[in-house]
């Protein structure tokens, strides 16, 4: 089973901030099937990017993904109150489907 | 609009069976794999299972395997879930989600969820 550790843990952050959340793979994504999700208080994860670094519908343009093999980011250029949530990553390369432990982000 | 809705989620005791179902309307249901997706109270998402389209591959985590059954009914549009034999560790909400295209598993479209509840 891959193992996928995000870092940091926690972030406070102000509105307008850049942030960059990272997932760690234990094996490598050859096919880079690598999905962020962030998930609000009592609501379902929401789609982010898939494949690494391909920004879902409707998501804004400040949500950008990078990264290739084991080491993947989530960057958030300019960051809105709206963005307060949880962020896992998500593995689909091998099975079974795995998900990060998660970066909790609050806007201060 | 795409709309999933769950249903059928309570509690039960162990060893108990519950079926819990999804409603799925906005799009062509037959064409999209679904998978079901767990998550326990304060814990990460935890994918469950998986089927195809045409419900002829299907694929369950091995914490399951052996007491859960994934089904579609394509004429009704609705994916289901029994799930027997059922443990404490099973309580969570449960989530049905589509996949985003065929030969991906990410989810594009998650159902409110339905909470699951295993307790004596």
């Known amino acids: 089973e891959i193992v996928l550790t995000q870092s940091p843990g926690t972030l406070s952050l102000s509105p307008g901030e850049r942030v960059t959340l990272s997932c760690r793979a234990s094996?490598?994504?050859?096919?880079?099937?690598l999905a962020w999700y962030h998930q609000k208080l009592g609501q379902a994860p929401r789609l982010l990017i898939y494949s690494a670094s391909n920004r879902a519908t409707g998501i804004p343009n400040r949500f950008s993904g990078t990264g290739s093999g084991t080491d993947f980011t989530l960057t958030i250029s300019g960051l809105e109150p709206e963005d307060s949530a949880v962020y896992y990553c998500?593995?689909?390369?091998?099975?079974?489907?795995?998900f990060g432990g998660g970066t909790r982000v609050d806007i201060k | 609009e795409v709309q999933l809705v769950e249903s059928g989620g309570g509690l039960v005791q162990p060893g108990g069976s519950l079926r819990v179902s999804c409603a799925a309307s906005g799009f062509t249901f037959r064409n999209y794999a679904m998978t079901w997706v767990r998550q326990a109270p304060g814990k990460v998402p935890e994918w469950v299972s998986a089927i195809s389209g045409p419900g002829d591959f299907i694929y369950y985590a091995d914490s399951v395997k052996g007491r859960f059954t994934i089904s579609r009914d394509n004429s009704r549009n609705t994916l289901y879930l029994q799930m027997n034999s059922l443990r404490a560790e099973d309580t969570a909400v449960y989530y049905c989600a589509k996949n985003l295209m065929n030969g991906t598993a990410c989810y594009e479209y998650w159902g409110q969820g339905t909470l699951v509840t295993v307790s004596s």
């Open positions: 998500q593995q689909w390369e091998t099975a079974p489907v795995t």
């Open positions: 094996q490598t994504l050859s096919n880079n099937y």
